[in-house]
């Protein structure tokens, strides 16, 4: 293969993981490896459709006044993911404002911003940040157009499994195939461009569906473990009286709450129910649910000595059942993450290596040069009954 063809093969490659990257995010709720502004609130740093590299917040490390940081906001815009600049650090958390703003995020209503809200970091270099001029409204222009694609193949096939994410997999799927059948229609004995280089392997083409299958599957499986899962905010009132309502409670004392972890799925999911605020405690902090079931875990809210309204969160991280639990508890401990890399590898993974072991363990070789189109079955079977 020549230097050309690695370099074209690395720049598909780069647009795939950039258009793969910012659409999940956008699916998923979560920046990944990339992000965008849509509103100029962030002129002139980010003016609206620029793109930015988002550092994810468990690897970002500590976050400190002068940060840009993607946060999931309970006002803004009327809630939802929103990219701010950090400008003080309170005991209580952040607060945030945008470059454009006259004021801060908190004195239009927004509460203060926890370490659980923050998601992801701007990455920066030499303290500025770093921007994609217009990746985000190329990524919107092409979403829109996906989406319209995913609307229009619902209401023509009336089948309602193309919308959405789990959709969006199907679509993508389809896709992939069409794209392997026209290249395989292209580079056939019969197709039009039979007469050029027959020195070409085709199993990459092969491998590139059953690598985009895996890539699907993965996508799909993050989903369910991510989408179900994240910040779950208990609004606290600590005040001087008892209170039937659960969430208000007297000042220094604590309530229980059920935390309830449902499982629409066919695969059973551990649930990690975790605190990320003071005066939150879990227990159990895993929980095992079946198909389709239902688990639950108790959280302990305590109301702080001080009156006042309390924002406590907990976190949930879920992983599908598919390795021992002793090993994604080791995983989780490591980081979050963690468990989410093991569970797509092994799906990828056997996905791939089974797709292989389907043509023989030969995927590089299915024609060569030497090969000769072979007469179609039903012409042989005709010559044979002209002869009888």
Partial sequence: MSLRRYLTLA??????????????GQYLGQPVL???????SMQPVLNPGDGFIAIPA???GPIAPGDVVTFDAQEIDGGGLTTHRVVEETDRGYVTQGDN???TDQDGGEPIVQEADVVAKALTFGGSVVVI???????MWFQGLLEGFQTWLTVTLGVRALQGTQGLAYVLLGLSAVAYAVDWYLASPGGPDRERDRSREDGTSVAFVFGVLALVLMATATAAMVVPAGTQEYGVVSADFESENPTVVERGTSTELEYVVPNAGVVPVHAYVTPASEGVRVDPERVYVGSREEGTTTLTLSA???????????????YLALLPASTIDALHRIHPWAPIVAIDALLGGGVYLLGLALVRGEPARLRNRDSRPKTPAYRRILRKLYRE
């Avoid at 702080?304 to 879920?318: F, N, Q, S």
Wanted: hydrophobic share 45%.
């Fill in 11 to 24: 720049l598909q490659g780069f647009v795939v993981l950039t258009v793969v990257s910012l659409l999940v």
């Fill in 34 to 40: 990339l992000s965008f502004v849509e509103t100029g």
């Fill in 58 to 60: 468990p690897l970002a």
């Fill in 101 to 103: 703003n006259p004021f």
């Fill in 133 to 139: 001029p217009h990746l985000g409204t190329a990524v």
């Fill in 304 to 318: 702080p000595d001080e009156t006042g309204y309390y924002r406590m969160l907990v976190v949930e991280h879920r």
